[in-house]
Nanobody
Framework: QVQLVESGGGLVQAGGSLRLSCAAS????????MGWFRQAPGKEREFVAA????????YYADSVKGRFTISRDNAEKTVYLLMNSLKPEDTAVYYC???????????????WGQGTQVTVSS
């Protein structure tokens, strides 16, 4: 089992940047593929980005492609989401998730963090 804790959320103006972090503890972090998801009020949780165990494969939602970058540091047991050119529609609670297989749907991730709020003002 792995425990996940997100940080780095906050309030930012449109066009600004934030970097989210997700620190893992428990079993070997490098065994897990990692994903970022987000959930806006009244909406379903949606996929944002995912990265495989070694960091050599990444996937992005079309809505964030070219603006967001997912990366990981297995030595630090941390996965990051660098968010540039933020838009008001990026406002949501952002969650990191872990599982053994790289996936882009929330149903395939068994381990979740508690989330961190990102608010983008116009």
């Amino acid at each position: 089992q792995v425990q996940l804790v997100e940080s780095g959320g906050g309030l930012v103006q449109a066009g600004g940047s934030l970097r989210l972090s997700c620190a893992a503890s428990g079993r070997t972090f490098s065994n897990y593929a990692m994903g970022w998801f987000r959930q806006a009020p009244g909406k379903e949780r949606e996929f944002v980005a995912a990265i495989n165990w070694s960091g050599t494969s990444t996937y992005y939602a079309d809505s964030v492609k070219g603006r967001f970058t997912i990366s990981r540091d297995n030595a630090e047991k941390t996965v990051y989401l660098l968010m540039n050119s933020l838009k008001p529609e990026d406002t949501a609670v952002y969650y990191c998730a872990a599982d053994y297989q790289l996936a882009t749907t929330r149903y395939e991730y068994h381990y979740w963090g508690q989330g961190t709020q990102v608010t983008v003002s116009s």
